[in-house]
């Protein structure tokens, strides 16, 4: 019997779950906005049979203009909501902290 392959979107978290200030870093409790309407089309698509996995890319995390402890506090709002208002799952970066978040990356979005 073959398995039906699940279905995965990942999702940027900066710009397309919450909004990312005009700094563009996430690194207090006080810039996590969500976006507006942001969990109803999250919850169709669960609906729809999609895994939601959220990704985000951070410029400079880790060093001392952008401590991991300034992500740590955002990003653990973020993931702690995230799955109860819409099943977004998502996987730590980084198995030394054993704590789950979502991807990091060293640089941000690209500039067109």
Known sequence: MS???QKV???DRDG????EPPDEQVDSLA???????????LQ????????LVMVTNQDGLGTSS????QFEAP???VVDTSPRRASV?????????????AASVASRKPHW
């Open 3 to 5: 398995q039906v392959p």
């Open 9 to 11: 979107l990942f999702i």
């Open 16 to 19: 397309t779950l919450i909004e």
């Open 31 to 41: 810039k996590v906005r969500w976006l507006p309407d942001v969990f109803a089309p």
């Open 44 to 51: 169709q698509l669960v609906a729809a049979g999609y895994r």
């Open 66 to 69: 952008f401590p991991r402890e």
């Open 75 to 77: 990003q653990s709002f």
């Open 89 to 101: 799952s998502t996987r730590s970066a980084s198995a030394r902290t054993g704590r789950p978040m």
